[in-house]
Nanobody, 121 residues
Framework: VQLQASGGGLVQAGGSLRLSCAAS????????MGWFRQAPGKEREFVVA????????YYADSVKGRFTISRDNAKNTLYLQMNSLNPQDTAVYYC???????????????WGQGTQVTVSS
């Protein structure tokens, strides 16, 4: 599966953005999916993950209650709804695919190219 992330941009603090991750191929529904982010000068970190059916989700504490992951297997697309954004959310956001839902970056074998999210104060 190949992944293409989009939807990033510049938003003011308190605003919202929705990221999308379009997957090629017909096997998207078999994969667990995750979102990770990398802020300037920092290592990439886990944001949220979802299993193949969408029945299980895991959120980083820093985004819990503000971000929502979802997927539409019929459209081969993963989403990340981000609300109440703050400047600490500024980062490049990556979607990734794995054979099992995980918070570990090493569990993901296919990555999208990343989309920049910038939150101004």
């Amino acid at each position: 599966v190949q992944l293409q992330a989009s939807g990033g941009g510049l938003v003011q603090a308190g605003g919202s953005l929705r990221l999308s991750c379009a997957a090629s191929g017909r096997t998207f529904s078999r994969y667990a999916m995750g979102w990770f982010r990398q802020a300037p000068g920092k290592e990439r970190e886990f944001v949220v993950a979802m299993n193949w059916s969408g029945s299980s989700t895991y959120y980083a504490d820093s985004v819990k209650g503000r971000f929502t992951i979802s997927r539409d297997n019929a459209k081969n697309t993963l989403y990340l709804q981000m609300n109440s954004l703050n400047p600490q959310d500024t980062a490049v956001y990556y979607c990734a695919a794995s054979t099992q839902v995980s918070q570990r970056e090493s569990a993901y074998y296919q990555w999208g190219q990343g989309t920049q999210v910038t939150v101004s104060s």
